[in-house]
C-alpha cells in the first residue's frame, strides 16, 4: 500500500471522529455538516489558499439559507411558487454577486452552503431555526479548517516522518 494511501485513512481515521465526538459537546448538533465542507474543501485540491474564499462561500449559504427562510413565509404567493421565486432571486444574485469578488468568494461553496442550511433548517422553517444558523456555521469552518485543511497538513506531516 502506498504511504499516501496509508497516511490519509489514518488522517481521515482520527480527525473526522474527534469532531463527531466533541461537537455535541461544543453544542452542535450538526456536526456531520463538517464532512460535507471538507469534501468540498478537498475537491477544490485541498489548495489552503482558498481556504478562505471557501469559508467566506460557505458562510454566505448558510444566511442565504435563513435569509430565504424568513422571506418564503411573506410572500403572497402558493408554497411551491414562493419556494420558486425566493430561489430564483436568491440563485441568481448569488451568482452574480460572487462574480463582483471571485477572489474572496468560492461560489460553489455559497451555493453548498445554501443547501445545506436549507436541508437542515427547511423542515422547521424560520421558527424552528434557532441556533442551528450559528451551529451550522460552526461545522462548516471545522470541515474547512479542521478536517479538511487538517487532514491534509497531518498527512503530510506523516509522510514528511517517514
Not at 497516511?7 to 460535507?36: N, Q
Not at 411573506?74 to 411558487?81: E, I, N, Q, R, T
Request: glycine share 14%; charged share 5%; net charge positive.
Amino acid at each position: 500500500m502506498k504511504k499516501e494511501t496509508w497516511t490519509l485513512a489514518l488522517g481521515i481515521a482520527l480527525l473526522p471522529p474527534i469532531w463527531a465526538v466533541l461537537a455535541p459537546h461544543l453544542g452542535v448538533e450538526t456536526g456531520a455538516v463538517a464532512l460535507i465542507c471538507a469534501g468540498l474543501y478537498v475537491a477544490n485540491g485541498n489548495k489552503a489558499g482558498d481556504g478562505v474564499r471557501i469559508s467566506v462561500g460557505f458562510l454566505l449559504g448558510d444566511l442565504w439559507a435563513y435569509l430565504a427562510l424568513a422571506v418564503m413565509p411573506h410572500l403572497p404567493l402558493s408554497a411551491g411558487a414562493g419556494l420558486f421565486v425566493t430561489l430564483f432571486v436568491l440563485g441568481g444574485l448569488a451568482v452574480m454577486l460572487s462574480s463582483f469578488c471571485p477572489q474572496f468568494i468560492y461560489l460553489p461553496s455559497w451555493l453548498c452552503g445554501w443547501a445545506i442550511g436549507l436541508t437542515i433548517m427547511g423542515p422547521g422553517g424560520i421558527a424552528g431555526a434557532g441556533t442551528y444558523p450559528l451551529q451550522i456555521a460552526a461545522a462548516m469552518m471545522a470541515g474547512v479548517w479542521y478536517v479538511g485543511w487538517g487532514v491534509d497538513k497531518f498527512q503530510k506531516w506523516l509522510i514528511s516522518r517517514n
